[in-house]
Nanobody
Framework: VQLQASGGGLVQAGDSLRLSCSASDVTYSMAWFRQSPGKEREFVAAIRRPGASTYYADSVKGRFTISGDDAKNTLYLQMNSVKPEDTAVYYC???????????????????WGQGTLVTVSS
């Protein structure tokens, strides 16, 4: 499965931004992770099929929304009220299978996109 992430850019604190991740094949678990300079890659949000259950890191809950378009095999991350601490390279990840609930928060996904940079200025 090939993943192509897009939508990053430079925004101001409080603005909104939508990231997209196009997948070349159907997957049942998809997620967004991010990595800031000098920090480890961290979980942001995930979605599992069937049922489109969603999961969020506490740091983005209430501000970010993950969703998917099954017809287009595309994953989205709507980012609202962004903060400078949201600055990072955002990676989409996918797994053909429906991952266990205990695993979706971890970087065990088989497929990764190339990353898209989000910079939030204060």
């Amino acid at each position: 499965v090939q993943l192509q992430a897009s939508g990053g850019g430079l925004v101001q604190a409080g603005d909104s931004l939508r990231l997209s991740c196009s997948a070349s094949d159907v997957t049942y678990s998809m997620a967004w992770f991010r990595q800031s300079p000098g920090k480890e890659r961290e979980f942001v949000a995930a979605i599992r099929r069937p049922g489109a259950s969603t999961y969020y890191a506490d740091s983005v809950k209430g501000r970010f929304t993950i969703s998917g378009d099954d017809a287009k095999n595309t994953l989205y991350l709507q980012m609202n009220s962004v903060k400078p601490e949201d600055t990072a390279v955002y990676y989409c990840a996918a797994n053909r299978n429906r991952l266990a609930l205990s695993a979706i928060w971890t970087p065990v996904y088989n497929y990764w996109g190339q990353g898209t940079l989000v910079t939030v200025s204060s």
